[in-house]
């Protein structure tokens, strides 16, 4: 009996999602937990894959197409999946065609055809070979080059001033789902909230020095987990937070909702733009446990395994540009939230200790806020408490 596949079940804060790559074509055979489709929403990419060994044999909505929570993706047919070689077939032009429908997805296989192209000169970059619709593109961009580089000059008398005759290439892409709501939300973000940006630098040389003391003991301690400075970020957050519980509220509307839990949001970026996994309940954390959450979420990310439930929520966020070599940036808020820390890469600078100039590593710190709820001085004491646990960080363990 077929099987109806259908798109996961999305929750109430994702209205819909996009079909983004098919892996299999109709009539190809899968194996159970073999991945078929991938459907990309504002939040996350999610996989579908084969709930039984047997065969693809109809393709409901092609790539690209917008599909809503649980709609029919494809019909597979049951059964052993056969490994030997399917006979060749000795008709050459239906060999041609049986290659084209086989080694390339919908959206590909479109492009082909409007282009009238051989699939035999494209080299596939998907599984197995198979011929994605960017392969299709990046052939003809090829192509367009090629011709250029070997059109024949007509005339020799050509003035310079005329310009160069090569052809200035461009490419249109539409955004992806993903990229289309970062956008939204940053202008959302831009538009609707007051918000403004103070700054401050830390001494990073105490950190550094107990990082360097203790960091390979900490990794065989703790299973591989590497030490590094994020974890101390965000428990000199969560410490500040308690102090000052305005930076870790959010606005609903006309209300001000006071979180009695520190859920820090850390900022990972990815090819498919910038996401924001949660530590829940970071505040009951150990620093190794930080730093584990941390590596593991980031992984997620790279390989677009992070779920939705993973991604929402979040009452203050940690953002290190410094990993990029920003020296100094405003960070944007994350709405609701109120408040977003953003982290710049270690620098030695001259500073003023006990009246001599020495050469330190130091920081920039930028606290971005929400001055319809947080007032200025409550943004600098959150800072500066920030800075105070980071360049004395045996206050963070004795929550002094």
Known sequence: MAIQIKAPAFPESVADGEVATWHKAEGDSVMRDELLVEIETDKVVMEVVAPEDGTLTKIAVAEGETIESEALLAILEPGAVSTKAAPVSQSSESESTTSTEVSAGPAARQMIEEHKLDTAAISGSGKGGRITKEDVVAHVSGQSKHKSEQAP???????????PSSERVEKRVPMTRMRARIA???LDA???TAMLTTFNEVNMAPLMKLRSQYKDQFEK??????????GFFVKACCEALKRFPEVNASIDGNDVVYHGYQDIGVAVST??????????DADFMSIADVEAAIRDLGLKARDKKLTIDEMTGGTFTVSNGGVFGSLLSTPILNPPQTGILGMHTIQDRPVAINGEVVIQPMMYL?????????DGKTAVQFLVTVKGFIEDPARILLQL
Do not use: C, K, W
């Open 153 to 163: 000059v007509a005339s020799t008398d050509v003035s310079l001033s005329e310009g």
């Open 184 to 186: 939204e939300r940053l």
């Open 190 to 192: 831009s538009q609707q």
């Open 221 to 230: 301690t703790h299973n591989g987990t590497r030490l590094g400075f994020m």
């Open 271 to 280: 090819n498919d733009g910038l996401v924001v996994p949660v530590l829940r």
């Open 366 to 374: 930028a606290l971005s806020y929400d001055h319809r709820l947080i």
